[in-house]
């Protein structure tokens, strides 16, 4: 499976963006995926998940309310919708797909990731 993000930009804190996420391969509708952000100097962690179906999600407490994960297996991608943003949300995106094991809020679970792409938000 290979991953490619994209949708990053500025905008200003309140704004709103939609990260995208392409996958290829045909197992992809299989995996759960998920996003994970990373600033410099620091460690990738957990933005948000979805199992297989899209039916289940899960968001770090920091983003809940404000973002909503989507995926469209038909499309082979993934929806990252970010609403009322805020300056501490600035951070290169990544996606991810296949974790191994139960847990889905750990960035060395996941057996395929996508390139990154940049949100920076200015208050």
């Known amino acids: 499976v290979q991953l490619q993000a994209s949708g990053g930009g500025s905008v200003q804190a309140g704004g709103s963006l939609r990260l995208s996420c392409a996958a290829s391969?045909?197992?992809?509708?299989?995996?759960?995926v998920a996003w994970f952000r990373q600033t410099p100097g620091n460690k990738r962690v957990f933005v948000a998940a979805?199992?297989?179906?899209?039916?289940?999600?899960y968001y770090s407490d920091s983003v809940k309310g404000r973002f909503t994960i989507s995926r469209e297996n038909a499309k082979s991608m993934v929806y990252l919708q970010m609403n009322s943003l805020k300056p501490e949300d600035t951070a290169v995106y990544y996606c991810?797909?296949?974790?191994?094991?139960?847990?889905?809020?750990?960035?060395?679970?996941?057996?395929?990731w996508g390139q990154g792409t940049q949100v920076t938000v200015s208050s």
């Open positions: 979805t199992t297989w179906s899209g039916g289940t999600s």
């Open positions: 391969g045909r197992t992809f509708s299989s995996y759960p």
């Open positions: 991810a797909a296949d974790p191994d094991g139960a847990s889905y809020y750990y960035p060395h679970n996941y057996n395929y």
